[in-house]
């Protein structure tokens, strides 16, 4: 506000802009000594008529005004915004308030989101909606989150995956089917992960691995376009360049690049975790082969997988759903999607044979038991019984959406694309002041 004698002049923000009001105390009359009591963040109806000042702004002359609401706290510092990340985290209204760039990338989320939609159902998917709390938490490895059910008297879950709900449609005749929804797992939080997602998954009956990476390398480069005005998107010091085809790397070939380490001269979790402790890995006493497969990745590939790649064919131990490699023994027709050093993508033929299927979630359940796995997969008896009236071959997909808007917006951390992470839980207190809650 800037008040000139029997004249103010203040700039009114809503979401659409900024626009400037002026203010005369010879229209105004005893409305006029309402502007004393304003501060920062008030919300104010102002009806009057557009005209420019001198300088050619755009203005508001007043002729009336209307406090709508009286904000009860001040704003964050006018001149420098809000910086301390607990805050803008934990009060994402001040940050959105405050710094006006944040709002942009959500904005930029809800478009991403759009085209994702946009572009299934130009193929000819249709979205559907699954449970969320469900019986049996499967159709990914991660502890669920365990509720109750009062009614029922039965404990259920917050599901993990969509996976198994949707094969039970192409089961039943729907060939393209997709969901975009939250998915809750109980694990850690870091600059990538945080318990509950936005999970892309898509299921296409007669399609194969190959289709879904040429499907995904055209949905992401088409979205990096439609937001970004270019197929090449900076992040932190990189240009990641979405433009395909994408590498396709086999996982073996580059773990042995990398690692100088041929997982096929270690076919057993022993002789893996012998390996893996001479490199310095520290694997936990009893761990599966293909956790360990998994680790090995995490510190030896994907920091290297810059810009968009494939990781193709992976060890049956990490893919329990996946159909087998015709020209491959122990491995599947598997890929995931990396870029800037995450995972962005994971597809695999889906393995439709009941028998193979209810022999796989039978070696999870003792990769459970023998190795205290509690992220191995289980078994669904209901999903097997669907897969017994025929399931058609069916290549299927899951894209974390908020580690694609970290790449297509230039985020490092997850949390600068939610717009509420989880955080350790806090009171606000009446002073404003923010206390953590004791045990």
Not at 33 to 52: E, K, P, S
Not at 208 to 218: C, I, K, L, R
Not at 241 to 266: A, M, N
Request: glycine fraction near 8%; charge should be negative.
């Amino acid at each position: 506000m800037r008040v000139m004698g029997r004249a103010a002049f203040l700039d009114l923000r809503d979401a659409s802009g900024v626009v400037q009001a002026m203010f005369r105390q010879n229209v105004l009359g005893d409305d006029y000594a309402v502007l004393q009591d304003l501060d920062l963040g008030d919300f104010l109806g102002v009806d009057g008529d557009m005209m420019r000042t001198r300088t050619g702004q755009p203005t508001i002359e007043a002729r009336s005004l209307t406090i709508l609401a009286k904000g009860m706290r001040p704003l964050p510092e006018k001149w420098h915004g809000l910086r301390d990340v607990e805050t803008r985290y934990r009060q994402r209204y001040l940050d959105l308030i405050a710094n006006p760039e944040v709002a942009d990338t959500f904005v930029q989320r809800s478009r991403i989101i759009s085209g994702i939609r946009r572009f299934l159902d130009d193929r000819g998917f249709i979205e559907v909606d699954t449970p969320i709390l469900v019986p049996i938490p499967a159709g990914a490895h991660a502890r669920p989150f365990i509720t109750h059910h009062n009614a029922l008297d039965e404990q259920l879950y917050l599901r993990i995956a969509t996976e198994l709900y949707l094969k039970r449609l192409i089961v039943g005749g729907l060939d393209k089917v997709y969901e975009i929804g939250r998915v809750f797992r109980n694990e850690g939080i870091d600059q990538d992960h945080n318990p509950e997602f936005t999970l892309l998954e898509s299921y296409e009956a007669y399609a194969d691995y190959n289709s879904v990476m040429e499907m995904v390398e055209s949905l992401v480069s088409s979205l990096a376009q439609d937001v970004r005005g270019s197929m090449q998107v900076a992040m932190g010091d990189q240009i990641i360049d979405f433009t395909p085809p994408w590498p396709r790397l086999s996982l073996c070939e580059e773990l042995h690049r990398r690692s100088g380490v041929d997982i096929e001269d270690y076919p057993d979790a022993e002789s893996l975790t012998d390996k893996c402790r001479e490199l310095g890995l520290d694997p936990a006493p009893r761990e599966a082969r293909g956790r360990l497969i998994d680790k090995m990745l995490s510190v030896y590939v994907e920091p290297h997988l810059i810009q968009p790649s494939f990781l193709i064919d992976y060890p049956e131990d990490m893919s329990p759903l996946a159909k087998g490699h015709p020209d491959k023994a122990g491995y599947v027709e598997r890929f995931e999607a990396f870029a800037a050093g995450m995972e962005i993508a994971n597809s695999y033929t889906e393995l439709n044979d009941p028998e193979v299927q209810r022999a796989r979630f039978a070696d999870q359940e003792h990769q459970r038991d023998a190795y205290g796995d509690e992220e191995a997969d289980r078994t669904d008896a209901d999903f097997l019984t669907a897969m017994e009236y025929g399931m058609p071959p069916t290549g299927g997909l899951g894209i974390g959406i908020d580690r694609l808007v970290m790449l297509l917006t230039g985020q490092s951390t997850i949390r600068d694309v939610l717009l509420f992470p989880q955080m350790r839980r806090v009171q606000i207190i009446a002073e404003g002041a923010i206390s953590a809650l004791t045990d």
